[in-house]
């Protein structure tokens, strides 16, 4: 396939995201934002109408009564100095400000509906750029689109998006054979933003920052490289300090008692996979082909690029004591992470290309894009803290309709103290098998991509076979 074909593939890709997105986003108007979006809101609020980060003004004076007609309790705690501290990071109503003071909520939702649109195309272009074919590249695009949090989130005023399409962006560029110096300054940026963003993005910044760096070395790339993502982070921690005179990527959840190492991480990861209320494996079927990819993906050596992004994220949010299980609606935290874990998924289908694991994904996908479709109707249920201990609605729906009533009690209830919950070490165990399973139905398959994926994006995976098919002439 040419390039020309392959913008072909994405634009449509995004074309048809824009217009789900945007469906879904127009569903949410006619109730009233729930969770932490109107919170959100009120920053931009703040920053337009009042031209200031001191949030107590704009709770005072009840201007959230716009677009939420209950009372609001103020998202403000006092640190350990006495300071009122905003909970939430400034970073996405920054972004957001100037269409929502133009266009109040609406404005709001379509930048974050641009944002999820432009993560569809980048999701793409790094499937493309790590190997994978254009057939399962497009096929994994669509069915992440609409069957993961990715379309979720796209309706809903929250920040995760922000996060997955600057890190998605980051690593594309990172695994890319010759990136322009714009796009280093623009993955650097993204980077540099993220904290500003939410303050747990800082665990993605790190790594991924030196290795852009890193990869910079001494050339004329490093100070693209390095600059806006120094310049970012460090305007972050000087307004901390002087606003609130913490250190803290995120003073708000610090203010609050939040660290690391909280809860235990396999009881954290367990309830981020598995949990029935919040776990993403548990709403996302599809997600489930992610872990084999990773060990497919092994013997390729920007694979542990994705990886450096993945891990330390993962184990880090899964020990906070309030981010622990991937809070709610369902998925929350994973969502940055989902466009690098459509590269395995992809991976996995690729190296055993047969019609069985793909009709798998596609039931799989399909669930998931039920799942969130139902939340755009049933919208209080999406939040599914509000079915109380143990309880999703949506999940309850589903099973009903399908006459399957116990549906939610397929996946196990954790809680965060140690002796409540259930039993989930069996999950881990047949999750366990499970992959191993499809690893070695992976490995046993022939190799259909070329095994280390050193390929730019102009140059297409079967041409490269190609011409590795072509015998070199023997030296002399």
Known sequence: MRRGADLVVVWSLMAASAVLYTIAANMRFWMEPLGDEPHYLVMSVALGKYHTFDLTQAYANGDWRAFYADPLEAHVYPNAEGIMVPLHNFGGPILWTIPFNLWGRPGAAGVVVLVSVLTVGVIYRLQRELGITPFYAGVVTGLFAAGSPLYMYASMQFVDPFGALFTAYAVLVLVKAKPAWWQIALASAGL????????RFLLLTVPLGVLLIARAGRSKTLLAAAAPMVVLVGALELFNFTQYHSWSPAPGNSALGDGLLQIPPYRGLAGILFDRQYGLISHFLLLALAIPGMFLAARRSRHWVLLAAILPYTIAVSTFRTWWAGYTPPGRLAVVLVPLLAYYVALTLQRRPVWLPLVLATLAAAF?????????SMLLARFTSSGGYGVDKILSAQGARLGVPDLPNWWPSIQTDPGTGQNFWP????????????????????????????????TPPETRDAERAVPSEPSS
């Open 192 to 199: 540099g933003w993220m904290p500003w963003v939410h303050g």
């Open 427 to 458: 999950w881990y165990l047949g999750y366990v098998a499970f992959a191993a399973l499809m690893v070695v139905w992976g490995r046993l398959a022939p190799v259909r991509e070329p095994l280390r994926s050193s390929a730019r994006w102009r």
């Open 368 to 376: 998931g894009f039920a799942y969130t479709l139902t939340g755009d």
